[in-house]
């Protein structure tokens, strides 16, 4: 079952059209800053608070609508073996295969499955503790 591999919600990927009022929005909530970079000239940054992290990310598809949450995402022990899983027990990958980011120092590996309602639910290697 996949829930064995599933160490808890990583984060909620939030794409915006607004990505400096949307990082400054989220530091009034109190969010700190984590990782930044750009990635196929679009901005993406990480930011925390007391446990929770949020990715905003540069996107003019689906950014600025009611409910425009792109998608959550659980953390897992082991990528590999969960991707199997996914597969095994008959998901809706969206993703073919484990895929990488260049994010943080080594990276990040994951996959994605359709959720029922049209939603998107990430499969994602552990972050960084210190995301700074």
Not at 53 to 63: G, K, L, P, R
Request: net charge negative; hydrophobic share 40%; with cysteine.
């Amino acid at each position: 079952m996949l829930r064995n591999y599933c160490t808890g919600l990583q984060h909620v990927g939030i794409p915006t059209c607004r990505f400096s009022e949307t990082l400054r929005f989220y530091q009034a909530l109190g969010f700190a800053r984590g990782f930044e970079t750009i990635l196929d000239r679009k901005k993406v940054c990480f930011l925390s608070l007391a446990g929770v992290t949020v990715e905003i990310y540069e996107q003019d598809q689906t950014a600025g609508h009611p409910g425009a949450i792109d998608h959550i995402a659980l953390q897992v022990s082991d990528i590999q073996a969960c991707y199997a899983e996914a597969v095994a027990s008959g998901c809706n990958i969206l993703t073919e295969g484990v895929r990488f980011l260049p994010y943080f120092e080594n990276g990040v590996h994951y996959f994605t499955i359709g959720g029922i309602n049209g939603e998107q639910i990430e499969f994602a290697s552990p972050l960084p503790l210190n995301m700074a």
